[in-house]
């Protein structure tokens, strides 16, 4: 007992009465709750409370090493993931595909990834990371072979194989609650931001399929990333280890997702990702395909222009996560889903690229970006220990079907009007919706946490 307290129910850092289990409080906790009492970040310290995460702030070496690892697989397999997206140009010449087909033959990887992360999250809240990383990278690698040899010579073949490629779009839902078991909740933001910066697996994707395809033939980039694929998979079964600790639910997979869709989080953070993501997810398979119809830039060009608005959006995650930690989610969003905003409204005048078109874009890069870290700050934030894969899938999959949606419209407005114009526009009106949602309902929705978790 401490020194200066006069019994163990003082309060004094000991253990506190309550109706329910007696649980210790941490002392950083209490003088958090003094000197920011109503503010939303303050929950992130007050969930502290009864988690089996590391305590005080410390992360282990190992901690930052499985963070790593897993950082790595994420991107392989959006790597993977991506690889029909810079493509999709040249599958339209030699298919004689039409816009709406080019946009389905990229679209549908991100449809079948994104709905995969319901159960491959639930699945890693059971069995957790270590086992489901290399299943999920092994898994990937026959849809990628299938296109290398033989699956790009027709529509049907390659959405047969886009379909299964989808398999590599589910990582995401393994790493967010494999990485979040390993760090205390004050640090989760950064963590998971850290763990977000896999996603620029697509522009690895962008930066090299084309020009391997031109230099050595249409197999050579999906031989060259089966092979990334089953060397990640064995290095991640021998060097991956679950949290000390991790919470593991005992109740069947059904009624653990009926029970993460009955919580608040769930639909607040999937309606915000699905715009986040989501944005980031139709730029990186559309982008290409926008700059070279709507700029007449060359193939080559416009998938190194989406590489560098993938870079900059896989950059700011990271920054989301970290400003959420000490500012709160729910300020993060709001700024970044206003740049959102502004963005998508000047880029629907279809302005030169030089500088006005650039800087819009990189703008809703970084925002989209920041935004998305700020999302899964969120969930850690407010999600139960022993949900947070459930939740991840839920929100995971909310994100890549927002990202499946708008190039099919893009390209529908495109064969329809001759301009993306529209299409931008409404971005902007959804990216206007979220931000007043985000100033509202999730606003209130932390600000009740927080009575909520103190009486705890």
């Not at 209490?30 to 000197?35: D, F, G, T």
């Not at 194989?161 to 779009?169: E, H, T």
């Not at 996603?199 to 020009?211: H, Q």
Request: glycine share 14%.
């Amino acid at each position: 007992m401490p020194q200066g307290c006069a019994d163990a129910d003082s309060g004094c850092g000991g253990p506190v009465r309550s109706k329910g289990p007696v649980v210790p409080v941490r002392p950083q906790v209490s003088q958090y709750y003094r000197e920011n009492e109503g503010t939303d970040s303050m929950v992130q310290l007050l969930r502290a409370k009864g988690d089996s995460s590391p305590s005080g702030g410390a992360v282990s070496g190992r901690a930052w090493l499985m963070l790593a690892v897993a950082a790595i697989g994420f991107a392989v397999n959006f790597w993977a993931w991506a690889l029909l997206s810079p493509l999709g140009p040249r599958f339209k010449d030699s298919l004689a595909l039409s816009s709406f087909e080019q946009s389905l033959l990229v679209a549908v990887p991100v449809v079948v990834g994104s709905l995969g992360r319901i159960p491959v999250g639930a699945l890693t809240d059971r069995f957790g990371g270590r086992v489901m990383f290399p299943i999920v990278s092994a898994a990937t690698i026959v849809p990628v072979l299938y296109l290398g040899l033989a699956g790009h010579s027709s529509l049907a073949a390659l959405l047969a194989g886009g379909f299964f490629l989808g398999i590599g779009g589910t990582a995401f839902a393994v790493g967010v609650p494999f990485v979040s078991a390993w760090f205390p909740p004050e640090r989760r933001g950064l963590a998971i931001g850290i763990f977000g910066m896999g996603m620029g697996g697509t522009a690895i994707s962008a930066l090299t399929t084309v020009k391997l395809v031109d230099a050595y033939g249409m197999a050579d980039p999906f031989l060259i990333t089966a092979a990334v694929l089953a060397a990640y998979a064995l290095v991640a079964g021998l060097v991956l280890r679950d949290a000390p600790g991790r919470t593991v639910p005992t109740e069947p997979m059904t009624r653990r997702l009926a029970a993460t869709l009955r919580l608040g989080v769930t639909w607040q953070a999937s309606a915000l990702y699905a715009v986040a993501f989501g944005g980031y997810v139709a730029f990186s398979v559309y982008l290409p395909t926008y700059l070279k119809t709507g700029y007449d830039l060359t193939q080559a060009d416009a998938a190194n222009r989406m590489a560098g608005f993938v870079l900059l959006a896989v950059a700011m995650r990271p920054v989301g996560g970290w400003l959420s930690d000490r500012i709160g989610p729910v300020r993060v969003l709001a700024g970044a889903l206003g740049v959102v905003l502004a963005g998508a409204f000047v880029q629907s005048l279809t302005p030169s690229l030089a500088p006005v078109g650039t800087v819009a874009f990189l703008s809703m890069a970084a925002a989209l970006g920041a935004s998305s870290g700020a999302v899964f700050a969120l969930v850690a934030l407010l999600a139960p220990a022993n949900k947070v894969g459930s939740v991840t899938g839920i929100v995971g999959a909310a994100g890549g079907l927002g990202g499946f949606v708008p190039p099919l419209v893009m390209g529908s407005l495109y064969g329809a009007y001759g301009s993306y114009a529209i299409g931008l526009v409404l971005l902007g009106v959804v990216a206007a919706a979220a931000l007043a949602f985000t100033g509202t309902g999730v606003r209130h929705a932390v600000t009740r946490r927080t009575p909520a978790t103190q009486s705890h």
